[in-house]
């Protein structure tokens, strides 16, 4: 299994601020991805890094917003910048990795994240 | 445009009895599917996963079904124990190399045990 050291666990922010959450892995990846669950919905993907390029966003996501760094094969950033009350969602970061019989996607605790 | 849906937001059992989750999905091209239990505060833990090539796939308490040609899946746990009370996702994949792929998820069913 994967090991992933997500902080911080939870932070309450003001409005317009910027909040950078970092994420861990207790092994070389290739590629990270980082997801947003809004209250009462779904896991939706952000983007996905990959050490050495710039992050690949999906519809909706852009790097202004939620610029990502990938400095090497073992960590990652994600920043919510100029934050707004529709930014509260709890943001996870997440590895795929072969496990015991399956491949497998490894979560971080998340990031509750509530803007004021 | 959901291409994961899980059409029930929550469910009660009874301890003891079988839990069947559900999960539709839209996109033909998936080929790999999983399930995850998720506890508040916490990040998702994966509980168990199946290939398009399978319709089965049995650990323990819990057995994934495949319907391709429905492009439905269920989760059945068996015996339900008070613990297994948590949010399932299921989550679905396509493409050759899923190491490097996406989850695409479904919003999530509420499961309560009921002692």
């Known amino acids: 299994s994967a090991v992933i050291s997500q902080k911080p666990s939870r932070d309450i922010c003001q409005r317009g601020t910027s909040l950078t959450i970092q994420c861990q892995v207790d092994s070389q990846v290739t590629m990270m991805f980082w997801y947003r669950q809004q209250p009462g919905q779904s896991l939706t993907l952000i983007a996905t890094?990959?050490?050495?390029?710039?992050?690949?966003?999906e519809s909706g996501f852009v790097i202004d917003k939620f610029p990502i760094s990938r400095p090497n094969l073992t960590f990652s950033t994600l920043t919510v910048s100029n934050m707004s009350p529709e930014d509260s969602s709890i943001y996870l970061c997440?590895?795929?990795?072969?496990?015991?019989?399956?491949?497998?996607?490894?979560f971080g605790q998340g990031t509750r994240l509530t803007v004021v | 445009d959901q291409q994961v849906k899980q059409n029930s937001p929550s469910l009660s059992v009874q301890e003891g009895r079988i839990s069947i989750l559900n999960c539709d999905y839209t996109n033909s091209m998936f080929d790999y599917f999983l399930w995850y239990k998720k506890y508040p505060a916490e990040g998702p833990t994966f509980l168990i996963s199946i290939s398009s090539i399978k319709d089965k796939n049995e650990d323990g308490r819990f057995t994934v079904f495949l319907n391709k040609s429905a492009k439905h899946l269920s989760l059945h746990i068996v015996p339900s124990q008070p613990g297994d009370s948590a949010v399932y996702f299921c989550?679905?994949?396509?493409?050759?190399?899923?190491?490097?792929?996406?989850?695409?998820f479904g919003t999530g069913t509420r499961l309560t045990i009921i002692p």
């Open positions: 890094a990959n050490q050495g390029s710039e992050a690949t966003y």
């Open positions: 989550a679905a994949s396509g493409g050759s190399n899923f190491g490097n792929e996406k989850l695409t």
């Open positions: 997440s590895v795929h990795r072969q496990g015991a019989l399956n491949t497998e996607a490894f």
